[in-house]
């Protein structure tokens, strides 16, 4: 989607359609001519409430240059922000797509509920691209995907900084689809080799570095703890490395590490068969870090990052771990395997390890790590737990920022103590069986010295949707990505 600023207001706009925001049954326009009576008169007219994500349709009949309108609700709440309007925008462009409307045109003054004008540009941006995402590889019969624009009329506070932030939502629209068509492939095809090849072609393309270990190269890495998880699959275990320069060069890295688990199917403590096809999904971890490192190639922000996948598929051959194992992580701590299914934490205390060895300002991992934070924070949030309430705050104010909602959990002594191990010295599942997500933290937290700032985000519950919503269709979100950005691009701002 191409993205434009206009002066000319929104009634002079000669677009397929505009999206209005409808807060509290009240538009949120600033023209008070023609377009906002067509509005006034359609809201008395019909159902149309306002609600979140409610979403009308209607044309101008000739009244005006803008052939259509399209209302997008954001409910009555007073304390609406980003996420609202990125996703009342990404329902009201899907809305639009289906009615093979192309070109969009929003206001920039909008009343925007305490959002700067560039916040509010980007968000509408992002929610506009992303809406007209569509996964099809798998299609047949395709159709022509057709080019559409967003135009953003009438004055606006900072338009300098606006065209940034519109340059910066193309170049997030490119890495997000690039890294979405490759999240959505099913386990039979994005296996650990495909995601190693697109990860060097993405660093090929972007100027990052890339680098791959090999099974011999993460035997000889003793990372066994990862080799473990895929000791049952045809399919070998690989660590991809992912390395931005910056352009601070004394800077320390801030280092992503993802669990990448192309198809999770339990391993010998198989998982039921009821929805276990969502488990292709058990990659989003890395491919929330495999988009960030994408936007950052692109975006050049002026710190350093590494990022970390860490890669294997879970199944129970003849191979397999099995329940009662004993492994010794790379990082010398021995851990009894006792239940398979708990593969994500193996895969990623090896990756910390590594991690550690770059000397990072800050360690940050991303993981489809748990239901149980499922069952504890729903599908609406991801938890975040970690070693320092700097960097775990400034993340959660990030992900504000992005849209993107996180919510702390803690990680006190006792979970430390549930997860030690009884013949080793930690075991993969938590004795006491409660508080699945915080031994899941617990146990990851063994592996980062504590002078480092580290935060593990479980996106179990976000990152992706089964069911089509009106701001997305089904597939992954890439929840995570917008997070990283906004919070490495900030550190920037920051430090001046
Ligand atoms: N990938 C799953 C977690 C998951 C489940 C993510 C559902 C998203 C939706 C993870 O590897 C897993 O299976 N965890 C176990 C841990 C348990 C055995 C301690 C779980 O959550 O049941
Ligand atoms: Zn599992
Ligand atoms: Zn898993």
Same mark, same amino acid.
């Given at each position: 989607?191409?993205?434009?600023?206009?002066?000319?207001?929104?009634?002079?706009?000669?677009?397929?359609?505009?999206?209005?925001?409808?807060?509290?049954?009240?538009?949120?326009?600033?023209?008070?001519?023609?377009?906002?009576?067509?509005?006034?008169?359609?809201?008395?007219?019909?159902?149309?409430?306002? @609600?979140?994500?409610?979403?009308?349709?209607?044309?101008?009949?000739?009244?005006?240059?803008?052939?259509?309108?399209?209302?997008?609700?954001?409910? +009555?709440?007073?304390?609406?922000?980003?996420?609202?309007?990125?996703?009342?925008?990404?329902?009201?462009?899907?809305?639009?797509?289906?009615? *093979?409307?192309?070109?969009?045109?929003?206001?920039?003054?909008?009343?925007?509920?305490?959002?700067?004008?560039?916040?509010?540009?980007?968000?509408?941006?992002?929610?506009?691209?992303?809406?007209?995402?569509?996964?099809?590889?798998?299609?047949?019969?395709?159709?022509?995907?057709a080019a559409t624009s967003l135009t953003f009329a009438g004055p606006c506070d900072d338009?300098?900084?606006?065209?940034?932030?519109?340059?910066?939502? @193309?170049?997030?629209?490119?890495?997000?689809?690039?890294?979405?068509?490759?999240?959505?492939?099913?386990?039979?095809?994005?296996?650990?080799?495909?995601?190693?090849?697109?990860?060097?072609? !993405?660093?090929?393309?972007?100027?990052?570095?890339?680098?791959?270990?090999?099974?011999?190269?993460?035997?000889?890495? +003793?990372?066994?703890?990862?080799?473990?998880?895929?000791?049952?699959?045809?399919?070998?275990?690989?660590?991809?490395?992912?390395?931005?320069?910056?352009?601070?060069?004394?800077?320390?890295?801030?280092?992503?590490?993802?669990?990448?688990?192309?198809?999770?199917?339990?391993?010998?403590?198989?998982?039921?068969?009821?929805?276990?096809?969502?488990?292709?999904?058990?990659?989003?971890?890395?491919?929330?870090?495999?988009?960030?490192?994408?936007?950052?190639?692109?975006?050049?922000?002026?710190?350093?990052?590494?990022?970390?996948?860490?890669?294997?598929?879970?199944? =129970?051959?003849?191979?397999?771990?099995?329940?009662?194992?004993?492994?010794?992580?790379?990082?010398?701590?021995?851990?009894? !395997?006792?239940?398979?299914?708990?593969?994500?934490?193996?895969?990623?205390?090896?990756?910390?390890?590594?991690?550690?060895?770059?000397?990072?300002?800050?360690?940050?991992?991303?993981?489809?790590?748990?239901?149980?934070?499922?069952?504890?924070?729903?599908?609406?949030?991801?938890?975040?737990?970690?070693?320092?309430?700097?960097?775990?705050?400034?993340?959660?104010?990030?992900?504000?920022?992005?849209?993107?909602?996180?919510?702390?959990? =803690?990680?006190?002594?006792?979970?430390?103590?549930?997860?030690?191990?009884?013949?080793?010295?930690?075991? *993969?599942?938590?004795?006491?069986?409660?508080?699945?997500?915080?031994?899941?933290?617990?146990?990851?937290?063994?592996?980062?010295?504590?002078?480092?700032?580290?935060?593990?985000?479980?996106?179990?519950?976000?990152?992706?949707? @089964?069911? =089509?919503?009106?701001?997305?269709?089904?597939?992954?979100?890439?929840?995570?990505?917008?997070?990283?950005?906004?919070?490495?691009?900030?550190?920037?701002?920051?430090?001046?």
């Open positions: 989607m191409k993205f434009s600023l206009s002066n000319r207001p929104l009634d002079q706009q000669t677009k397929d359609a505009c999206i209005v925001f409808v807060h509290n049954k009240k538009a949120l326009i600033q023209n008070d001519g023609l377009l906002a009576e067509l509005i006034a008169q359609q809201i008395k007219s019909s159902r149309f409430n306002g @609600e979140f994500a409610q979403i009308q349709v209607f044309p101008t009949l000739g009244k005006s240059p803008v052939k259509n309108i399209i209302l997008t609700g954001i409910g +009555n709440c007073d304390c609406f922000q980003a996420e609202t309007i990125e996703r009342a925008t990404a329902a009201a462009v899907r809305s639009g797509r289906k009615a *093979n409307l192309c070109s969009f045109v929003a206001e920039s003054g909008t009343v925007r509920n305490g959002l700067s004008c560039v916040k509010f540009v980007h968000a509408v941006a992002r929610g506009a691209a992303w809406g007209t995402y569509h996964f099809n590889t798998f299609k047949t019969q395709k159709k022509q995907a338009s300098t900084a606006c065209r940034a932030e519109l340059t910066a939502a @193309e170049h997030e629209a490119t890495a997000l689809f690039s890294t979405a068509n490759l999240a959505n492939l099913p386990g039979n095809i994005a296996t650990p080799q495909h995601i190693a090849d697109h990860a060097q072609k !993405i660093a090929q393309e972007t100027g990052l570095s890339c680098s791959v270990l090999d099974k011999p190269q993460l035997q000889k890495q +003793n990372c066994n703890a990862l080799l473990a998880v895929a000791a049952g699959s045809d399919q070998d275990a690989k660590i991809i490395t992912l390395k931005y320069e910056g352009t601070d060069k004394d800077a320390k890295p801030v280092v992503l590490v993802g669990k990448t688990i192309t198809f999770d199917s339990g391993g010998i403590s198989l998982k039921p068969g009821k929805g276990m096809s969502w488990m292709l999904y058990d990659k989003c971890g890395g491919m929330a870090v495999l988009a960030a490192m994408h936007m950052i190639a692109l975006l050049k922000p002026k710190n350093p990052v590494v990022g970390i996948l860490t890669v294997a598929e879970n199944m =129970p051959g003849g191979g397999a771990t099995r329940p009662g194992d004993i492994v010794t992580s790379r990082s010398g701590q021995t851990i009894e !395997i006792l239940n398979t299914d708990a593969e994500g934490r193996l895969a990623l205390c090896d990756a910390l390890d590594l991690a550690r060895e770059h000397n990072p300002a800050a360690i940050v991992d991303l993981a489809t790590l748990t239901g149980a934070c499922i069952v504890a924070l729903g599908h609406t949030a991801s938890a975040i737990l970690g070693n320092d309430a700097k960097l775990t705050e400034a993340l959660i104010q990030s992900g504000n920022r992005a849209g993107e909602r996180l919510w702390e959990l =803690p990680l006190w002594k006792e979970h430390m103590d549930d997860i030690k191990g009884t013949f080793a010295d930690l075991q *993969n599942i938590g004795k006491s069986g409660t508080a699945g997500t915080i031994t899941a933290g617990a146990f990851l937290k063994y592996f980062v010295p504590d002078n480092i700032p580290w935060a593990h985000i479980d996106i179990a519950g976000t990152a992706w949707e @089964e069911a =089509p919503k009106a701001w997305a269709e089904p597939g992954a979100t890439l929840f995570g990505a917008r997070t990283l950005i906004e919070w490495i691009q900030n550190m920037d701002t920051a430090a001046e």
